[in-house]
Structure formats: C-alpha cells, structure tokens
C-alpha cells in the first residue's frame, strides 16, 4: 500500500516544480514611447525610526565618518544608486512638523514627541539646513512636504519664503542670520500627506479646498518655480481622485498616490520579512501587481479630466510593509529586506516605466532602516539592500526613452491562484544604447525568453544579474554580500534574435 501512495507523491511533487519554459520578446526599438524621468527612481526618508538619526545623521562630533553631521558612507551608497529626489520629512510626520523648530543652532531647538513612530522624542537637530545640504551631497533635488494638518498657512508660506527667496525680506534675513546666504532652488513641494488619514482625516471635497488655500500662498519667488502636489488617494481611493481632478485641476501640478505591498493584505499580520512561505512569496507579488490596475484606474480619472496629461501623478509612497523585525521598536518599521522585495522593486518599475507619460514621480518608502530600505545601519556598520541593487541595475533607465515592448510569458501558478512569471522593459539612453530589463518571479523555473528586437543592431550583448538560492535571501551585517549583482551569461545574440535563459526568481539587466 505504501509503495503506490509514494509514487503518487513524487509524481505530484514532479507535476508541481515546472522545468525551464518559455515566454517571447518583441522589443520595438524602432520605435519611441514615453521618456522614464529619472524622478521615477526617487526616495522618500522620514524621521521614524533610524530612518533619519543613526541611518542619515549622526552629527559632526559623531566617531562614525560623516559630512557636517551627515554619514560619510550613506552619501556614497546613495550618490551610487544617482538617488535623483528626495521627500521629506513625512510621512504622517509632516502634519506635526513645524519647520521653526528645525532652524538656527542645534542646541538651542526646541525637542517634540514624534507621536505617530515610537513617541520618541525628536530633537529637531536635523532640520531644513540639514536637509538640503544632504540633497547638494547626493545630488538628490529636494522634495519638501509640508504642514497641512496642524500647521498654520502662514507657516507653509513662510517655509516656502525661507528656503526660496533671495529678498530682503524677514525670512531670507532669518535664513541669512542662520548661514545661508542664498536661496535654495526648491522645485518639488507637497501640500500635506494623507489628509485622508494621519494628515488630518479630512474628506475629499474639504481636502480640495484647503489645498486651494494653502497652495494660493506658497509663492513662486524670482528664480524659483514650485510643482506643488496634493495629497492624492490611498490605493483604491478613486472618488479621491475623481474629486482632486475635478475641483482642484491644474492648481496642482501633481496628485500623489500612496499603495503599499502587504504579503498578506492585512494590516494587523502583514507577514514576515524573511522565513515565509511560498504561500507568501505568491500573495506578495499578487498584491505588488495591484499597482497595475491602480495606476490604470487612477490615471484613467486624470485622462479624463486633463487629456493633455498636465498633472503628473506622483506615487510618493510605495514599497513592501511588513510585520517589523522581532526585537525591534514596532513603532520604527524596521524590516530585513530580500531577494523577494529586489524582485517587487523589478515588477512595480516595469508598470511605472509604462505609464512615464503620466507619473512624473515615485518615492520608495523609504531610504534607510525603514520599510523597504536601500540600506540598513547598525551603529558604524552598514549593509546594502537586494532593493538596492536593483536601484542600481536600473540606473541605465533614467532620463532615458522607453521602448514598447510585447511580452508573452507564463504565468506562475500556486494553489487556486496565477501571476505572470516575467516582467519586462526596456529603453534607449542617450548615447543609443538600448537596455533591457527583466524579472522572473517565478521561485522554481528558469525561463527562457526569446527576444525580437528590431530597429535595433546590437554588435554584443552584456548584463547582469541579481538572484540568489533562496526566496528571502538576504544581506546582514555578518553576511553582507549574499545577494549582490553578478555578471550574466544567459544571453546570446544572433541576427536580431536575443535569447535569454532568466534562472528562477532573478532580476537581469541587459545592454544591447
Ligand atoms: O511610510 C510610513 C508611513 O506610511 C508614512 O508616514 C505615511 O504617509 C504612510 O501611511
């Protein structure tokens, strides 16, 4: 009796872990789509948790190497990934900032509880000053989020006259006295973060009409023109939306959108970061793919009221959120980061890269030791992240022109459900260079995908890939090298056929 039943067993286990197969490419580099904005690749960095103090700032009297207080080795992870925009401060942290506070020298600032993340007490050391010089030391341009939910409209215009204006007037004088002669250039300025929620629970409608107010007076000062956004929708929010486009219109020059990937859908057990199951690996990449019939359904709204694609949206939060590492501060989002968030980094620029002629912007949540981070710190040491290089990987898509791509590709199927193993994109830089990118989430078969490219002759190809044995690898401090890009040699070119043989869960870029 026991023999048959083992038979049976096998024959099923064998059903189940699919060989290599095949999917196909048909890469239109003969023709153009929209340019990716290098802004597509952009960051988001909070004060919550180590995000901020111990991940960025450390302070000048710090031992850990740093810039003027700003950590010598972030500088230069982030000045590698070409972070082109940073948000900041919040997050749900912006609605109880006030700037003021965050100004002249350290030691005389006032200090505030940080009630949302731990309420722990937020010195206020590392502030607007603090802020720019590090964007000037990445070379990130900066994205300032403002104050709608418990600050004053004077105080938002304020902000605005301090950092951008080169008059003689009280808040220049005030930026002046505190060191700064110049104004910044400040280009990017969001009016509150979800008002729908931790911003002030406010409904659309009412949301619209304080946005008209609080934008009316963040001024444009000579030499410095703002792209003000709103505080768009929460995922599905689409009456948000429908109401912003219709009542607020071209008063803003961006709607954001916020949509997080929880493995299991459910805010109070989200699921862990590593040592999940495949159950959980699948559920992932299910919910990553939501963004594509968000970004379709939302954007839909903003075609209908502004064909001429004015308004960019700006999905300024976006990521994994899972349950937080054991042992740590709940309140600080920390969570270990694996090949399983490199391979939803892939898929969700895939979807952003083919709607660049609408999304003006993202930011990953967030920088440093929060969500799904680049980098985790811990005191002097720091790890980069698999998200991390694949922020690298995909350097080569920046400011670059989309090209369209067809893609077939099966599908990987668990229990009930089905997802498309491979997603893929591809662009021309401008030296001509064409770049393809790929993922198969697929966690057991390899895929191989035959390529079509025309208009365009590649003499070679080269890539990288980024892969590892298992679905949460991941890098640690000990072990900081476990997931790190290597030198590809799946591909091989004859004519303009490409074929490319993607090993099971990988990222691969490609330069033809
Ligand atoms: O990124 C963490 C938090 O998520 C942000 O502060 C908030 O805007 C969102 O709910």
Request: glycine share 8%; charged share 20%.
């Amino acid at each position: 009796m026991k023999f048959p039943v083992l038979i049976l067993i096998l024959l099923s286990t064998a059903l189940a872990m699919p060989a290599t197969e095949s999917a196909s490419l048909v890469l239109r580099a003969d023709q153009s789509g929209p340019v990716i904005h290098r802004n597509l690749y952009g960051h988001f960095a909070e004060h919550l948790g180590r995000c901020i103090y111990g991940g960025i700032w450390v302070g000048p009297d710090s031992p850990i190497p740093n810039t003027r207080g700003i950590r010598n080795d972030v500088i230069a992870a982030l000045r590698a990934i070409k972070v082109p925009v940073l948000r900041w401060p919040g997050g749900c942290f912006a609605d109880e900032y006030h700037w003021k506070d965050g100004i002249g020298p350290r030691e005389k600032r006032p200090s505030m509880i940080n009630t949302h993340w731990g309420g722990v007490v937020e010195n206020n050391h590392f502030g607007t000053h603090e802020f720019m010089d590090l964007c000037e030391l990445i070379g990130a341009e900066p994205y300032i989020c403002g104050n709608v939910g418990s600050g004053t409209v004077q105080e938002m215009m304020e902000w605005v006259e301090y950092l951008t204006s080169d008059a003689q007037s009280p808040m220049a004088n005030l930026r002046r006295a505190n060191g700064r002669d110049l104004p910044w250039k400040v280009k990017y300025f969001g009016v509150g973060n979800e008002s729908w929620g931790c911003g002030g629970n406010m409904r659309p409608e009412y949301y619209a009409d304080e946005y008209r107010r609080y934008a009316t007076f963040t001024k444009n000062y000579p030499g410095n023109q703002l792209y003000r956004i709103a505080c768009g929708a929460n995922s599905d929010d689409y009456n948000w939306t429908e109401v912003l486009m219709q009542q607020v219109g071209q008063r803003m020059n961006g709607l954001s959108l916020h949509y997080y990937t929880l493995p299991t859908g459910d805010w109070p057990k989200k699921g862990a970061a590593t040592g999940f199951p495949e159950a959980e690996w699948f559920s992932t990449l299910k919910q990553t793919l939501r963004m594509e019939e968000l970004l379709a359904r939302h954007i839909a709204i903003m075609d209908r009221h502004d064909p001429a694609k004015k308004v960019g949206l700006i999905v300024d939060e976006w990521g994994t959120w899972y349950d937080p590492t054991p042992g740590t501060n709940p309140g600080f989002l920390e969570q270990q980061n694996s090949l399983r968030d490199a391979i939803v980094a892939a898929i969700n620029f895939h979807l952003f890269h083919r709607h660049a002629d609408r999304i003006h912007m993202t930011n990953i949540a967030q920088t440093i030791n929060v969500l799904q981070a680049m980098v985790l710190t811990d005191g002097p040491r720091l790890v980069l992240t698999p998200s991390y290089h694949v922020f690298e990987m995909f350097t080569v898509h920046h400011d670059a022109t989309a090209l369209p791509v067809t893609l077939t590709t099966p599908d990987y199927a668990f229990g009930e459900g089905k997802v498309p193993a491979v997603s893929a994109s591809a662009s021309r830089d401008a030296a001509g260079k064409v770049h393809v990118s790929l993922a198969n989430a697929h966690p057991h078969a390899a895929i191989t995908v035959a390529c079509t490219v025309t208009g365009h002759r590649a003499a070679k190809v080269t890539g990288r890939v980024l892969t590892a044995a298992a679905m949460d690898a991941h890098n640690t401090f000990a072990a900081p090298e476990t997931v790190k890009p290597a030198t590809f040699t799946g591909a091989t070119l004859t004519g303009d056929q490409l074929t490319v043989t993607l090993p099971a869960k990988s990222v691969v870029v490609l330069e033809l």
